[in-house]
Every structure is written in C-alpha cells, then in structure tokens.
C-alpha cells in the first residue's frame, strides 16, 4: 500500500519559516522524482519545487530563493524548508511522488502566513 504523510504546516508570520516533510511508503523512493505543490480556493493546483533521483531540483519562480527542497533517501523522507514567506505563500501544500509505478500525492498540509 503507498502512503505519502504530509507533515509540518501551521501558522506562521510573515517573514517566518517553516519545514514540511513528506514520508513515503510503498514506492521505490530513492529512483522517484519527488515534489511539493500546492493549492488555494478556486485555483489549481501549482508546482511549487521538484527534486529528481539524481538530487536535480527546480523551483517556482514565485519560490526561487526562499523555498529548498531536499531529500533523505535513508528515511524515504522529502523535505520544503521555506524561508521568508509570504501570506500569499498561504495554501494547502501537497507531496507528490512520481515513478514507473505511478503517482501518488499526500494528504495535504495547510500553511497559513498571516500576522
């Protein structure tokens, strides 16, 4: 059974920082491309970072700068460290895993920048 647990969001200020984390299970981690999106009301669903097998990443540019993504393969875990944020960073984030096995998204965490 795969399962991706998003963890990690809550409130925060403007200017703030927090870490999300996605565990995964199920899935060949370690070869699938891994990334965080993430979606407000009445508006799709957007990449917000990506990392690939080979630890390649790419970001939004509304990210570039503030938000990190990174992976542990030994803890089939990914990481979005995001710095400095915003209140329109303000969303539901999702993990997302994508593979030959298929794709899978998390529950989804809400961030909340607000002061």
């Known amino acids: 059974q795969v399962q991706l647990v998003d963890t990690g969001g809550g409130l925060v200020q403007p200017g703030g920082s927090l870490r999300l984390s996605c565990a995964a299970s199920g899935i060949p981690f370690s070869i699938y491309v891994m990334g965080w999106y993430r979606q407000t009301p009445g508006k799709q669903r957007e990449l917000v970072a990506r990392?690939?097998?080979?630890?390649?990443?790419n970001y939004a540019d509304s990210v570039k700068g503030r938000f990190t993504i990174s992976r542990d393969n030994t803890k089939n875990t990914v990481y979005l460290q995001m710095n400095s944020l915003k209140p329109e960073d303000t969303a539901v984030y999702y993990c997302?895993?994508?593979?030959?096995?298929?794709?899978?998204w998390g529950q989804g965490t809400q961030v909340t920048v607000s002061s």
């Open positions: 990392i690939n097998s080979d630890g390649k990443t």
């Open positions: 997302n895993g994508a593979g030959y096995k298929g794709g899978y």
